[in-house]
């Protein structure tokens, strides 16, 4: 689930006094509103998609919040069957529900229905960016003892970082030298009287030491103000690949005078918010009134961060106004964002039960994150550089999910396909498979036998129809599978893809 | 793709029988290479010398067979006699680094005057014994008794296609010049030794129909190579599969899943699709084994590479929808040749053109390796795309794969210093086919933009040109540059 040297943990905290003197005051404070939160969590096996996955608990920590919500990190609630919060100062565990949970930005709400829980909580007022250097504290219920835990450090660094929950996507975070360790996770940072971060990820310790991340309270905001329809919505993106105008001689041939201002537009990316507003080349100058610097920053209260920063502030049907430099003349545009699904498929799966497609012991699957996650060790050149290339390439405009052959279960019916297994689909019975749900038409199609054709020269895979359809259930009792194929997205949205659909005139 | 260096043997001090006997005299040479390699990431320069020893074999007429990994890369290669320290250089007649075979010719004829040398043997089969041969410091003969466990194909050390292999059981005491060792068979020549492991004990062998087939292509002076077909192919024993490419009732033949249209199958008309039935009269069963005098079932691989030389000819007897058919054509290895990213380049300088701080090369397996055994997942991912499906992605020969492998920090590449692994389409407008067409582009341009159109993200780089001659001084001095090109 979680790759490479940034491991995010679960970890448990709660915001300390960040000036000195009133550390009594914080921590009492903190005793009443922070809580122990402890999961019993199940993950699904791709490697097994319908089966109902492994159960396994951890402890995390959250804090009170307006509303009788309870604020955490994804991680710590996500795949939650059963969850209990216990506060330091009240022995009880209460029973708790998820409310909202966001993997993007690796936040959730947690409600307790029992309103004894609430007795004696305040709430916890959310404060704004903390400065360079000063001080914070970090509550929660890390490894090491069972009650709750502070530890204090300064705040090192406010940039970009990757939140590696969801795999894929980067946000303000903003680095504190206190300690942080697993089951620090959800907990508040505190600065005064007021949360100014939630713990969320560290480095492992052979990596790095004193280094530790906590969401600030811009994301916090943003994702509270989201959920306030009761629907939390994906982060928007403007979907496009940019460079630094820092060379002299590209400045030149943009005719851009040596301002130090602009970036230039290298990618757009199909069906994102700016297809067919922005074009290759483009440099923009200005995004919202904020002037971009040639390395792509702007400044937001004073602090340079990334342009994008101004992107992520906004939601679904939200605009951006641009200033735009274009064949030598100062256009301006207006771009409307949504979210990118067609990198979805970076993203892990929490919630959502694997889909997949039984046929004749052949196991049809999407290729996900997860899936990849499992397959990495044995996954063939194809399939990785499919995976790796799929955004890069804008694959998803002719296959917006790529379904892959990701097991063959050995059955007498099946012995010559064993070796298929990891292959990816390219049609199936002479139909184009572009998303899962291409799968099962496309069995239908054709006559007494299924031919499906794979990436690249490898062999067809061939089955007689009666008997990939006969030997199902000896199969399906053999491996314990219930479900012949699941292939509800659940809400889920692809890329739409824009290949030439059957029908459409030219 | 494995380095031939990994196969640089390890050798256990075990038991050995045998002593010198007067027979063995005049029949092995020592070989001494120094070998420097090019450096990849800095095509300008060489990476750090070092010493292989090995044995050769003498053969009638006093030139010198060696295995190709020992002399791969070489600065300079000399021979020195057994029983003397007599030394003299010698020259590499002929090389192949598919088979890992080379034939050295001493600068000084005379030099091996008096050295009978060794016939080549008999192919042998499994369960023959056989003799591997070292040399002890003093010049005698040390005998190890061996076995073959196999002989079958089996991948060689370039990995780049199936040969004839014998696999051996033998124990090995460790001695100097051990690099390359003859495997022996009452007296006369059975394999050359390029492989061993000290811990099972089993080490591989380039059998004689490698060596046969290697020595009459070289002795015109003018050295081939073993033909390929240039196809990709599987089995066809699932009876679902072969009903469905309508395969011949009786059995027999594989699937051809790619056809490279240059090759020999392609030139005689084969398709993708098509099920071959039988190569110049021997058939093929479902698993892609032909019925081997000597051998039994081998594989295919061996009938078209050990058997026929590259012009014989050819003849296939295929089935297409079900109706079967014989074409026919002669052999060649253009499908392993003329192509547009090569494999195999060793003694061979990488291509390299500086503009201003970019550095640009054509793309070779080589470079690709350099990357070390995870290549595949740590090189630039493009990269490694266009070389694994080179047949897809770049089918076209003359098109090579021009990219930008670094930037030198230069005063005019400000910006631009953290780039790598961009593959060039255009310069100025202008489709680049190869190192050399981009060096005359650039050339042409005197004043104004040089634009740098590459296939990935950012797209161009822009340099001025008027920038260059100043600049390219600049950075060749710096950075200490012998030339900002190879071509």
Wanted: aromatic share 8%; charged share 25%.
């Amino acid at each position: 689930m979680v790759n490479g040297v940034l491991r995010v943990w679960v970890l448990l905290l709660i915001p300390l006094l960040g000036s000195c003197g009133k550390g009594d005051w914080q921590l009492s404070e903190a005793r009443e509103n922070v809580v122990m939160i402890e999961v019993t969590a199940q993950t699904w096996d791709y490697r097994l998609p319908w089966n109902p996955g492994t159960v396994s608990s951890s402890r995390g920590a959250g804090f009170v919040i307006d509303g009788n919500r309870i604020l955490t990190n994804a991680h710590v609630v996500s795949g939650a069957r059963y969850l209990t919060v216990q506060r330091e100062a009240d022995p009880r565990k209460y029973p708790a529900k998820v409310l909202h949970v966001a993997h993007d930005c690796d936040l959730a709400l947690v409600q307790v229905e029992d309103s004894e829980f609430l007795k004696g909580t305040t709430v916890l007022p959310i404060g704004e960016i903390p400065e360079l250097e000063s001080v914070v504290s970090v509550y929660g219920f890390p490894i090491g003892g069972d009650r709750l835990s502070v530890t204090r450090g300064v705040v090192s660094r406010i940039d970009y970082n990757s939140y590696t929950h969801s795999g894929r996507e980067s946000h303000l975070a903003i680095q504190i030298d206190a300690a942080i360790n697993p089951g620090n996770s959800g907990g508040p940072v505190m600065q005064a009287d007021k949360v100014v971060g939630v713990a969320f990820q560290g480095f492992r310790g052979d990596v790095a030491q004193n280094v530790g991340y906590m969401i600030p309270t811009p994301v916090i905001r943003r994702f509270l103000k989201d959920v306030e329809d009761g629907h939390y919505d994906h982060y928007v993106d403007i979907a496009i690949r940019w460079m630094p105008l820092e060379n002299p001689a590209m400045r030149q041939y943009y005719h851009r005078p040596n301002d130090g201002l602009g970036v230039v537009v290298t990618d757009i990316f199909s069906e994102g918010s700016a297809d067919g507003v922005l074009q290759k080349g483009d440099v923009l100058l200005s995004i919202d009134g904020h002037s971009i610097e040639s390395d792509g920053s702007v400044r937001l209260d004073g602090q340079p961060v990334q342009l994008e920063e101004i992107v992520e502030r906004k939601f679904a049907g939200d605009t951006v106004d641009l200033e735009v430099w274009r064949n030598q003349a100062l256009e301006k545009r207006k771009i409307t964002l949504r979210p990118a699904e067609m990198f979805s498929m970076y993203e892990n799966l929490y919630e959502e039960p694997p889909r997949y497609v039984l046929y004749g012991g052949l196991v049809f699957q999407p290729l996900t994150a997860n899936l990849m996650a499992v397959l990495v060790g044995s996954a063939d050149l194809r399939l990785r550089q499919t995976y790796t290339l799929f955004g890069q390439d804008q694959i998803y405009r002719e296959t917006p999910e790529p379904v892959i052959l990701s097991s063959v279960l050995p059955d007498r019916s099946n012995v010559y396909l064993v070796g298929l297994a990891g292959q990816v689909v390219r049609e199936i019975n002479g139909r184009r498979v572009r998303t899962l749900a291409d799968v099962l038409p496309a069995l239908e199609a054709g006559g007494d036998r299924t031919v499906i054709r794979f990436e690249g020269d490898q062999r067809p895979a061939v089955l007689k129809k009666a008997e990939a359809d006969q030997v199902m259930p000896r199969i399906m009792t053999q491996y314990g599978i219930s479900e012949a194929h699941r292939t509800d997205l659940g809400g889920r949205r692809l890329a739409k893809g824009s290949w030439k659909k059957e029908g459409e005139g030219k | 793709m494995r380095m031939l260096w990994a196969w640089i043997f390890v050798w256990v001090s075990l038991v050995s029988v045998g002593v010198g006997e007067d027979d063995s005299r005049g029949s092995l040479v020592r070989v001494r290479a120094s070998i420097q390699a090019y450096d990849q990431f800095r095509p300008w320069q060489k990476k750090s010398p070092f010493g292989l020893n090995g044995t050769g074999v003498v053969l009638p007429g006093g030139k010198v067979l060696a295995t190709a990994a020992l002399v791969a890369n070489r600065t300079e290669v000399g021979l020195e006699k057994p029983g003397s320290a007599e030394k003299c250089a010698a020259e590499v007649e002929a090389i192949d680094y598919e088979a890992n075979l080379a034939l050295l010719q001493p600068t000084d004829r005379n030099f091996l005057k008096g050295f009978s040398g060794v016939l080549l043997g008999p192919a042998l089969r499994a369960g023959d014994k056989t003799e591997v041969w070292q040399l002890e410091r003093n010049g005698e003969m040390l005998r190890n008794q061996a076995e073959i466990l196999s002989a079958g194909v089996g991948r060689y050390p370039s990995d780049e296609a199936g040969f004839l292999v014998y696999g051996v059981r033998v124990s090995l005491p460790k001695r100097d010049d051990s690099y390359t060792l003859p495997l022996m068979k009452d007296g006369q020549l059975a394999g050359m030794m390029m492989g061993y492991d000290r811990d099972s004990q089993e080490g591989t062998a380039i059998p004689v129909p490698m060596i046969e087939h290697f020595l009459k292509d070289a002795a015109d002076g003018k050295y081939e190579g073993f033909p390929t077909l240039g196809v990709s192919w599987s089995p066809l024993r699932d009876p679902n599969l072969r009903e469905e490419v309508l395969a011949p009732k009786a059995g027999g033949g594989l699937l051809l899943t790619r056809v490279n249209p240059r090759g020999t199958a392609g030139r005689a008309g084969l398709r993708e699709g098509d099920v071959l039935l039988s190569v110049d009269g021997y058939k093929l069963d479902e698993d892609g084994n032909y019925r081997d005098p000597l051998y039994g079932p081998t594989a295919v691989g061996n009938l078209i590479r050990t058997k026929p030389t590259v012009g014989s000819p050819a003849r296939f007897r295929i089935s297409r929808n079900g109706k079967e058919m014989e074409l026919s054509g002669s052999y060649d290895r253009k499908a392993r040749d003329e192509v547009a990213i090569p494999t195999l380049q060793f003694d061979i300088a990488p291509k390299y053109l500086v503009v201003g701080g970019l550095v640009f090369q054509e793309l070779t397996g080589t470079y690709l390796q350099e990357w070390g055994e995870k290549w595949s997942e740590r090189a630039p991912q493009r990269l490694v795309e266009l070389f694994t499906f080179q047949h897809e992605k770049r089918p076209n020969p003359e098109r090579k794969v021009v990219f930008l492998s670094q930037v030198l920090p230069s005063p005019i590449t400000l910006g631009y210093l953290q780039l790598s692994g961009l593959v060039l389409e255009k310069l100025n407008g202008r489709e680049i086919a190869n190192l050399t067409e981009l060096a005359k582009a650039v050339d042409d341009v005197k004043t104004g933009d040089l634009v740098f159109e590459f296939r990935d993200e950012p797209g161009k780089l822009i340099l001025q040109a008027q920038d260059l001659p100043s600049v390219s001084e600049k950075i060749g001095k710096d950075y200490g540059l012998p030339a900002l090109r190879r071509l």
